[in-house]
T-cell receptor, first 112, second 118 residues
Framework: DQQVKQNSPSLSVQEGRISILNCDYTNSMFDYFLWYKKYPAEGPTFLISISSIKDKNEDGRFTVFLNKSAKHLSLHIVPSQPGDSAVYFCAASASGTYKYIFGTGTRLKVLA | DAGITQSPRHKVTETGTPVTLRCHQT?????MYWYRQDPGHGLRLIHYSYGVKDTDKGEVSDGYSVSRSKTEDFLLTLESATSSQTSVYFC?????????????????FGPGTRLTVT
């Protein structure tokens, strides 16, 4: 049973527009969430995180929103740039476990 | 960038042979992890370590063993490689001093090892 789900395998967005990547989780013990970006032939790169005490965290063009009641988080990228084209993974962890469960990823393509 | 290296970066081996992958960090982070990445599955945790000689299983640990004899090195061993273990393997670290709130840490990943079992 997949505890962290990214139901959209791919997404295409025009340059300058907003990209919204979604992630759902099932385990109510998860209280820390992370987003990673991955380019081909490289390791994932940490982007942004959010803990369950917040519902929003912003870092430059990247904003993560957390809806605990819906067990849903989303990553917004505004404005999208061609260099943002990559696979994005969300991950979740329960405090004290130090184990992370990853989603299957969403491939974002930003069209110039 | 976190100082994480993986070796080898590429390896081709035959079914039934033992294989050891190495992860080395220079960051003195407490936690180290091994993941595999496969199409349609994302990143799946194989084993992780929460200190020297302290390890635990992840989601897909069957057929793999690990060892951590010193803080900086975390080894992943496939005792008898099978074709289903063909994958890209990533090491990650977390839990550095001052990093994140208690109970929550960002992970930093190595460049990966592409393993092909023929």
């Amino acid at each position: 049973d997949q505890q962290v789900k990214q139901n959209s395998p791919s997404l295409s967005v025009q340059e300058g527009r907003i990209s919204i990547l979604n992630c759902d989780y099932t385990n109510s013990m998860f209280d820390y969430f992370l987003w990673y970006k991955k380019y081909p032939a490289e390791g994932p790169t940490f982007l942004i995180s959010i803990s369950s005490i917040k519902d929003k965290n912003e870092d430059g063009r990247f904003t993560v929103f957390l809806n605990k009641s819906a067990k849903h988080l989303s990553l917004h990228i505004v404005p999208s740039q061609p260099g943002d084209s990559a696979v994005y993974f969300c991950a979740a962890s329960a405090s004290g476990t130090y184990k992370y469960i990853f989603g299957t990823g969403t491939r974002l393509k930003v069209l110039a | 960038d976190a100082g994480i290296t993986q070796s080898p970066r590429h390896k081709v081996t035959e079914t039934g042979t033992p294989v050891t992958l190495r992860c080395h960090q220079t960051e003195n982070h407490r936690y180290m992890y091994w993941y595999r990445q496969d199409p349609g599955h994302g990143l799946r945790l194989i084993h992780y370590s929460y200190g020297v000689k302290d390890t635990d299983k992840g989601e897909v640990s069957d057929g793999y063993s690990v060892s951590r004899s010193k803080t900086e090195d975390f080894l992943l061993t496939l005792e008898s490689a099978t074709s289903s273990q063909t994958s890209v393997y990533f090491c990650a670290i977390s839990g550095g001093i001052g990093q994140g709130a208690i109970g929550s840490y960002e992970q930093y990943f190595g460049p990966g090892t592409r393993l092909t079992v023929t």
